[in-house]
């Protein structure tokens, strides 16, 4: 069989449309934001409470007392959990979406039912948006939209346009056949048959589709965290990629409230817009805990609800109390740090979080997979990351994305690589012992990201100075996987063989062996850089030198790493202020700043 | 001076599938269906031809699959014929554009469902609306107007019910007022009884009969039963197969039938619903007033009564015209003839005397 390059088409497709299409990716792109931001910070600006009941009342409404108590319970356990902006954003990105998905998938639906070549058409499409990998088409969303919420909404959208667009056919190719004659029959134009008999009467299936977009959207958050959308599932994102369970499962239970409460209303809401449902429910409606007050009291509680919100005036979060200091020289300025869920990574980007913060700099971070941060980075849409491995383990990326990044220099170093096993393992001290040990460890070696620059170089190199390519095979997962699968066998004294680098917290919580490496085959140690986007240093002078000059023992870092492995998810930022407390002076001493006095930016 | 028929259909023509035009072509030359059918056409209506006089109930007739629901709809234009004309007040539907073929349809032609085809969405005052509501008249006019309809169907006070909280037959007569508030001219009845019980049906049919005599509509009815064809229609037309293979009043098809194929289909027509005096008197037997003081019948008696009134008489019944004048005469022989379809002459009897032979 030839080979057919249908990768190799997609990629020139995908370069020619970046290339050429890049207007019409802007203005996509300043849409969406524009609604996703507007829709956030509405939903964002009352105290989480006010809006708890204002959704509440809106559960009430649409389906009664019990749903709108639940929904306040819901609502206020997700703000108990400090999950509530987070979870409000998700709300917003979802919703926008939705609304996204229904302005295409409605049309496209009518349209398919009305014409079978349509129909036709579209399905196969359809299909192929429902069921390729979704991480598939998110790299191609990120190319056209950069990271964060534009190209969430699209990976959101494409996943839950398809069940939009079949319910709607299928809603209006079930109306009965003979009702569509009768309209005609009576001289209705093919217009007012769609708007007065089969629209009408398709609803109930139309909003069945709205539904399941809506869920689908949901499932898609996580997946759509991965580009930096941030919200819920940016948190679930973080938790997996920390291997940090407890967090993981109080965002996974956002998401589940959120998902409840959407579908519950959704489906309340198909029924009251359609005639037949809005007579069954009156038919039904009798007792106390399925009281629903009319439209008009329960627009009048969300208006009430929405007016004490304004009376408190949490509309619009007051401005921030900037610190009134000679050392504010960010002066607010925005600064985008993105990181590999790496500890060195974490413990270092949460480090100049808080530095920057305390001079001054609005900082945001946000967790990405190696390969989308590059990208980020490549294109503009982050400033800086602090993780990069380089000459050897990064070398790809640096190949690939070098020429749109600056390097910063080298902050730690010298790292090391390797593969390990517990010392409990006998017989086993280096590379070179593997060959003859295979089945005892199973043929396997258990990896992290597959995308990380090590595991290519274990695979393309170590394995084959070694001899070890037929023996063993190299098992793609994640580094919280690995980490996750040492844990385990450490615990049940199982002999397991894992890679792993220098510096890394393992090694203080577990007894772990190194194993030698006589043929050099891993390479010299690397150094983990700064990277920064083209033209930051320009645009930020000063904090370029910082970073320029930044460097850590190892005694700190891993000190640092311990502090906000022991501090847990969500708390990183608080660990650095801990250790930063314990380590006076340092701020000064990679961040120095001309002190000028009594200079006070508040008062002006 | 004649009027010119409110409705006519010349060589109608309707082939489904492939290369309609050829098929046409090929039926008239007198090709036959099943030919068509091996090569991918389905002819559902051949080269039928009728007229529909104002006032009248044309009652088309026939088996399923026969075309007859296929021809209906080429009256109103749902399906445009593939060869021939429909005329409706002189205009020539098959030349008509969409527009002005859905406003002909909004204000002149009205049809009735087999299913009534209700909006289930709507009230069964606003589905009585739906037409006038399609014609752009305003909210309260037309909601006048629905009622009116349906008091007239005898719905009174089921205004704002919804139709699947009536029967059958309510929901068929909604049906039936939807048709009849827009003020068509011609009201389209597709089997418009036939998903209902039979008593119910009966009294449907009476109903329409009872409106017609008021309303005077141009009604073309679909059938499948002979019955009701034989009960409403004016004129009746058989469909076999997509030709229409006879036209005539009740009486033409029951007395006279065409063919094979029309006479198998009357031998379970009850006779005496459809008979009238007219149609069985013997004519040969003329007067300018009757003979006796006894009662008299008219053309239109119908057959039951007619046997009612031959037993109280100790002769022959007399029919009479609006003037007086006897235009024939029903013997009892003849009665009892039509009722056990014997047509010929009695045989002479070898005892014409009747006297009773005692065998000593």
């Not at chain 1, 910070?41 to 559960?59: C, R």
């Not at chain 1, 009408?200 to 930096?228: D, F, K, R």
Request: aromatic share 8%; proline share 4%; glycine share 10%.
């Amino acid at each position: 069989m030839p080979r057919i390059h249908l990768g190799d088409w997609v990629d020139s497709g995908v370069d020619w449309l970046v290339g050429h299409l890049s207007w019409l990716f802007d203005a996509v792109k300043a849409v969406m934001e524009g609604m996703y931001d507007g829709l956030d910070t509405l939903l964002a600006a009352p105290q989480p409470l006010l809006m708890a009941g204002i959704l509440a009342v809106v559960a009430w409404w649409l389906r009664g007392l019990l749903a709108g108590v639940l929904a306040f319970a819901g609502f206020a356990l997700v703000d108990s959990l400090d999950l509530w902006d987070r979870a409000m954003s998700t709300l917003a990105l979802v919703l926008v979406a939705t609304v996204i998905a229904l302005v295409i998938s409605l049309p496209l639906g009518v349209w398919a039912a009305r014409s079978k070549a349509v129909s036709a058409a579209v399905r196969p499409v359809l299909d192929l948006l429902q069921t390729m990998p979704s991480m598939v088409l998110l790299i191609p969303a990120m190319l056209f939209f950069g990271l964060g919420t534009a190209a969430g909404v699209v990976a959101t959208l494409i996943f839950a346009l398809a069940p939009g667009v079949r319910m709607t056919e299928l809603g209006i190719r079930q109306v009965d056949a003979e009702l569509v004659e009768a309209a005609e029959a009576f001289g209705t134009t093919p217009r007012n048959i769609l708007w007065r008999v089969q629209l009408p009467l398709a609803l109930p299936t139309i909003m069945a589709g709205v539904n399941q977009v809506i869920m689908l959207g949901l499932s898609m958050v996580v997946i759509a965290g991965m580009v930096g959308t941030g919200g819920l599932g940016g948190a679930v994102n973080e938790a997996i990629g920390q291997l940090d369970i407890g967090y993981g499962f109080e965002a996974g239970v956002g998401i589940v409230v959120l998902a409840i409460y959407l579908d519950r209303v959704t489906g309340a809401l198909g029924t009251q817009l359609s005639p037949l449902g809005r007579r069954a429910a009156a038919k039904a409606r009798t007792r106390a805990w399925s009281y629903r007050p009319r439209p008009a009291v329960a627009l009048a509680g969300v208006v009430v609800l929405a007016l004490v919100a304004g009376g408190l005036g949490v509309f619009g979060p007051s401005a921030g109390t900037s610190e009134a200091s000679g050392t504010d020289v960010g002066k607010g300025k925005e600064i985008r740090i993105g990181y590999i869920p790496w500890d060195e990574g974490i413990a270092s980007t949460f480090l100049w979080k808080e530095i920057l913060q305390e001079r001054g700099f609005k900082v945001s971070t946000t967790q990405y997979a190696a390969g989308p941060l590059y990208t980020g980075l490549a294109t503009g849409q982050l400033d800086f990351q602090t993780d990069s491995w380089l000459p050897t383990t990064h070398a790809e990326y640096w190949t690939k994305y070098g020429k749109q990044l600056d390097d910063l220099g080298k902050w730690y170093g010298p790292t090391s690589l390797e593969l390990s096993v517990p010392s409990y393992v006998k017989d086993v001290d280096s590379l070179a012992d593997l060959e003859e040990h295979a089945s005892e460890f199973d043929g396997k070696i258990i990896g992290i990201e597959p995308s990380a620059g090590m595991m290519s170089l274990l695979k393309s190199t170590v394995l084959k100075e070694y001899g070890l390519e037929g023996t063993y095979d190299v098992v793609d997962g994640s580094t919280p996987a690995m980490l996750a699968e040492l844990k385990r066998a450490y615990a049940r004294h199982q002999p397991v063989l894992v890679t792993l680098w220098s510096p890394h917290w393992a090694y203080s919580d577990y007894d772990l062996k190194k194993l030698k490496d006589p043929k050099g085959a891993w390479g010299k140690g690397d150094g983990v850089h700064t990277l920064a986007r083209k033209g930051f240093t320009a645009d930020n002078p000063l904090v370029g030198r910082w970073l320029k000059d930044f460097s850590m023992t190892e005694e700190q870092l891993t000190g640092l790493e311990a502090r906000i492995q022991k501090a847990g998810k969500g708390k990183e930022q608080d660990a650095v202020r801990g250790w930063l407390r314990d380590h006076p002076g340092l701020v000064d001493k990679w961040a120095p700043v001309a002190r000028t006095g009594t200079h006070s930016e508040a008062a002006g | 001076m004649r009027v010119s028929p409110r409705l006519e259909a010349e060589h109608l023509f309707k082939v489904f599938g492939r290369r309609p035009d050829d098929a046409v072509e090929r039926l008239r030359r007198g090709a036959d269906r099943a030919e068509l059918r091996a090569d991918g056409a389905t002819a559902a209506v051949i080269d039928a031809s009728f007229s529909v006089e104002a006032g009248e109930i044309f009652v088309v007739m026939g088996l399923s699959g026969s075309g007859k629901s296929t021809l209906l709809r080429m009256l109103n234009g749902l399906l445009e014929p593939t060869a021939g004309s429909v005329r409706f007040d002189g205009q020539d539907l098959t030349a008509l554009g969409d527009r002005a073929l859905r406003e002909l349809r909004s204000r002149k032609i009205s049809m009735v469902f087999q299913h009534f085809a209700l909006f289930p969405h709507r009230s069964v005052r606003d589905n009585a609306a739906y037409g006038l509501e399609v014609q752009g008249v305003p909210r309260a006019e037309r909601e006048r107007r629905a009622d009116e309809a349906l008091a007239l169907c005898g719905l009174a006070g089921w205004e704002s019910s919804w139709p699947d909280e009536l029967s059958g037959g309510m929901q068929q007569r909604v049906g039936l007022a939807r048709a009849l508030a827009t003020d068509a001219d011609l009201l389209l009845m597709d089997e418009s009884f036939s998903a209902l019980d039979p008593l119910i049906r009966r009294d449907m049919q009476d109903q329409l009969l009872e409106l017609q005599k008021t309303l005077k509509k141009t009604i073309v009815f679909i059938t499948h039963d002979l019955n009701e064809a034989m009960r409403l229609g004016d004129r009746v037309a058989v469909m076999r197969d997509g030709r229409i293979v006879q036209t005539g009043t009740a009486e033409d098809i029951l007395l006279r039938p065409a063919n094979d194929y029309v006479a198998s289909f009357i031998q379970d027509v009850d006779r005496s619903r459809v008979l009238t005096a007219g149609a069985l008197m013997d004519t040969s037997v003329t007067a300018d007033a009757p003979l006796c003081g006894c009662e008299t019948a008219t053309r239109e008696t119908p057959f039951t009564e007619l046997c009612a009134l031959s037993a109280r008489l100790s002769h022959r019944v007399s029919v009479v015209d609006g003037a007086g004048r006897v235009v024939g005469v029903v013997p009892r022989q003849r009665l009892l003839g039509f009722l056990g379809d014997e047509a010929t002459a009695p045989v002479a009897c070898d005892n014409p005397e009747g006297k009773v032979i005692s065998h000593a």
